[in-house]
C-alpha cells in the first residue's frame, strides 16, 4: 500500500471515529451510560490523527484546511465540554460517598441539547473540510504528495570551535578559547 492511500486510509478511520463520538455525545445527553469519552480532544481518534498526522502535511492548500480543521475541531470540543459539565456535575461529600450523584434539571438537559446542536453544526462544518480534503489529497499524484511532507532533518551537530586562519586562535560561540 502507498504512503498516500495509507494516509488516507487513516484519514477515513479518523473521520468515522469522529461520526461515532457524536453519536456516543448524543447518548450521553439522552441519559444511556457510555463509556468515558477523552476531555482533551488530541485524546480522541480524530484529534489524534489531526494533530500527530495531519499537521506533517506542508503544502499550503492542505496547510489552509488543515487550520480549519483544527478551529472546528476545537469548538466541537468546547461544547461537549459544556455538555460533560452539565451532565456531570460535582456531587457533594456524602453524594459522593453514597455514590450518589445530582441529576441535570429539565433546564439543564435543554441546554445540553443546545450545546450538542451547535456541535453537530461545526462537526457538519468539519465533515465538509474533511471531504474538501479528501478531494484535494486524492487528486494529487503520488510524487505530489510525497512531497507534501516535512522531511526529517539530521540530529544538529552542536558547534565546533572556529579557528583563525591567520592568528591560530581559537573561538566558540564568540568567546576567545586558549
Not at 448524543?26 to 457510555?34: A, C, D, F, V
Not at 502535511?57 to 480549519?68: G, K, P, V, Y
Not at 470540543?77 to 459544556?82: A, E, F, L, N
Not at 473540510?129 to 494529487?140: F, G, I, V
Request: charged share 20%; net charge neutral; glycine share 4%.
Amino acid at each position: 500500500m502507498s504512503a498516500k492511500a495509507l494516509f488516507i486510509q487513516h484519514f477515513r478511520h479518523a473521520r468515522t471515529k469522529h461520526l461515532q463520538w457524536i453519536n456516543q455525545v448524543k447518548l450521553m445527553i439522552s441519559g444511556i451510560e457510555q463509556p468515558e469519552l477523552p476531555l482533551n480532544q488530541a485524546q480522541s481518534a480524530f484529534g489524534a490523527w489531526l494533530f500527530d498526522e495531519a499537521l506533517m502535511l506542508t503544502s499550503s492548500a492542505a496547510r489552509r484546511m488543515i487550520d480549519e480543521l483544527i478551529a472546528l475541531h476545537t469548538e466541537c470540543y468546547d461544547h461537549y465540554i459544556r455538555i460533560y459539565h452539565i451532565l456531570h456535575k460535582e456531587a457533594g461529600l456524602l453524594q459522593g460517598i453514597f455514590g450518589i450523584g445530582k441529576k441535570a434539571s429539565s433546564y439543564e438537559l435543554q441546554l445540553a441539547q443546545r450545546y450538542y446542536e451547535t456541535l453537530i453544526e461545526r462537526s457538519d462544518q468539519m465533515l465538509s473540510r474533511t471531504r474538501q480534503l479528501e478531494s484535494y489529497l486524492l487528486a494529487l499524484a503520488e510524487s505530489e504528495y510525497e512531497s507534501m511532507f516535512i522531511e526529517s532533518t539530521p540530529a544538529a551537530q552542536p558547534p565546533q570551535p572556529q579557528r583563525s586562519a591567520t592568528t591560530g586562535v581559537s573561538y566558540y560561540r564568540g568567546q576567545r578559547i586558549e
